[in-house]
């Protein structure tokens, strides 16, 4: 995929390309919306191309399993029969009300007049959280995802973090690398309990209360080995792993960038909205993790029912006269 130029107008604008944004663009073409959606990243997927598209995901309904690579391939063709345009590469910046339309202003100074603007960028700009102790290792053994699992295949790999990500790789990871073990600085993890005990079964080994202090090469300079200070009764021993990959899956901090300079309420890097999925500014939207509202949560399959709410709310507010509810997709010869 690529991206197209610039139209001068469509009805609506999606501001994210991941798998919400997706299922956004296949539902605003089942309701005969003309329909483009911008990105800042060069590729459809949002964070799931970029960070985890060999990552397994196990929560989308109909898909025991599915990688993430495939979920966004089969969301790009789902859309496609619609044929939306993809402004990838390009940051939406401005907003500005212009004959009852939105002037929606990109990076590159083009603009894009809509009729309504749905936002599912969803966790907007993030930026991973470094290792200490990996400082000037990154690139060099320390990454923070794993495009492609094939690229650790027979390694030594260790994964600091207690998260989802981090019990994610150690299952993907599990079958490909000579071995794997997770770190933990506590001995609490806010990862999914059932993931947590696929890891502990398969007899990944899980070392908690620990530090990463060093990280130490071989004589090519190419990380070797890690080095641990692990709490004890009493006081601290050392532990040193052999390790050719640090995955340092220690979370992110997310910026949503020009989104908060639209008029829009902002909660906890969020944008709140009402039942609609409408933000405080009028003809305005949001769907996905980037979409606040008390008892949300944040999934992949909430952001689909979120999308689809927001689209044929939107397509209601642009033609009074259209129905809330189209009937269903699979009425459509």
């Known amino acids: 995929m690529s991206s197209a130029e610039t139209p001068s107008e469509v009805d609506l604008l999606i501001v994210g390309a991941g798998p919400t944004g997706l299922f956004a663009a ?22 799931v191309t970029a960070m985890y598209p060999e990552k397994k995901i196990f929560d989308v309904a109909g898909f025991p399993m599915v990688l993430g690579r495939d979920l966004v391939s089969a969301l790009v063709e789902q859309a496609d029969q619609f044929k939306p345009t993809y402004l990838l590469g390009r940051r939406a910046r401005t907003v500005s009300e212009v004959d009852g339309k939105l002037d929606v202003g ?11 603007i749905l936002i599912t960028a969803g966790m907007g700009e993030f930026t991973p959280r470094p290792l200490p102790a990996g400082d000037g290792w990154l690139g060099r053994g320390v990454v923070n995802f794993v495009p492609e699992l ?3 295949r027979d390694q030594d790999v260790v994964i600091v973090g207690g998260g989802d990500s981090a019990f994610d790789w150690a299952l993907s990871l599990h079958e490909i690398a000579s071995s794997v073990t997770l770190v933990h600085r506590r001995n609490k993890f806010r990862a999914f309990a059932a993931t947590v005990r696929q890891v502990r079964e398969l007899g990944v080994p899980i070392i908690t209360d620990a530090q990463v202090i060093e990280l130490r090469g ?4 190419r990380l070797a080995e890690v080095e641990l200070e692990v709490k004890a009764d009493p006081g601290h021993e050392r532990v040193v792993l052999p390790a050719q990959t640090v995955v340092a899956a220690l979370g992110f901090t997310a910026d949503l960038g020009p989104i908060e300079s639209w008029g829009l309420e902002i909660t906890r890097r969020a944008v709140a909205v009402d039942t609609t999925m409408r933000t405080a500014r009028e003809m305005i939207y949001a769907a ?6 008390p008892g949300k949560v944040k999934l992949i399959a909430t952001g689909f029912g979120e999308a689809a709410t927001a689209v044929n709310n939107i397509a209601v507010a ?16």
């Open 218 to 221: 071989d004589s090519a300079d």
């Open 288 to 293: 996905g993790d980037i979409a606040a509202y």
């Open 318 to 333: 642009l033609n009074p006269e259209a129905h809330l509810f189209p009937g269903h997709s699979s009425d459509v010869s």
């Open 150 to 152: 094939e690229a650790l």
């Open 26 to 47: 296949y539902y605003a073409g089942f309701r005969e919306l003309s329909t483009a959606v911008v990105d800042s990243l060069p590729e459809a997927g949002g964070q």
């Open 106 to 116: 990109l990076e590159d100074g083009s603009v894009v007049r809509t009729g309504a």
